[in-house]
């Protein structure tokens, strides 16, 4: 199986289908609004203090004032989805990189910051996920489209709703 990227770990937390179609590379709406805003504010944001590395060509992370490995969020509507997803980077660089870090949220519209450190709880559920994400992902159709209320802002919506509407 090949490696999980966050992205996909992050969509399968609020639609398994969503990691699914991440996961095969189907291509989602890429000038999609709610991604267009995302990308404008990891962009525009504490430009000075953060510096982009790429790991594996897979992982990537952002540095913020030099030590921590953050991620830039638009809002902590789902801050637990987005703290999971950013220990499983911190879990990523641990076990396969050998590299211990501990991670910071930064939610730049609400002038707001969260730690993440990675706990040996965290770890457990990030393995707990991973076991019953895997067996979803090898099949070789996704889940079927179930309406849920982040429907309305998923890049997926024309994919998955083309037929019906809003
Ligand atoms: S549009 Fe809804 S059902 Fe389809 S992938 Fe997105 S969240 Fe899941």
């Known amino acids: 199986m090949k490696f999980i990227s966050p ?7 609020t ?6 179609l991440e996961y095969h590379s189907v291509t989602s709406d890429q000038d999609h609004e709610y991604l267009a805003l ?15 590395i790429f790991v594996d060509q897979l992982l990537k992370i952002d540095l913020f004032r030099g030590e921590l490995v953050a991620e830039v969020k638009k809002s902590s509507r789902h801050i ?11 879990y990523y660089l641990k076990h396969e990189k050998g590299l211990t870090f501990e991670g910071i949220l930064l939610f730049p ?3 707001k910051t969260e730690k993440v450190k990675l706990t040996e709880e965290l770890e457990h559920r990030i393995e707990e996920i ?4 895997a067996p979803m992902l090898l099949k070789d159709e996704p889940p079927p489209a179930r309406r ?9 919506f024309e994919f998955c709703w083309s037929d019906e509407g809003e």
């Not at 637990?80 to 911190?90: D, G, H, I, N, T």
């Open 130 to 133: 991973l076991r019953r994400m």
């Open 80 to 90: 637990e989805a987005a703290k999971l997803q950013l220990a499983y980077y911190l």
């Open 15 to 20: 639609c398994p289908r969503e990691a699914w």
């Open 109 to 111: 519209k609400e002038r």
């Open 38 to 52: 995302g990308r404008l504010i990891h962009e525009r944001s504490y430009e000075r203090d953060r510096k982009e």
């Open 7 to 13: 992205h996909v770990f992050q969509a399968y937390m």
């Open 148 to 156: 849920i209320k982040y429907c309305r802002t998923c890049s997926f």
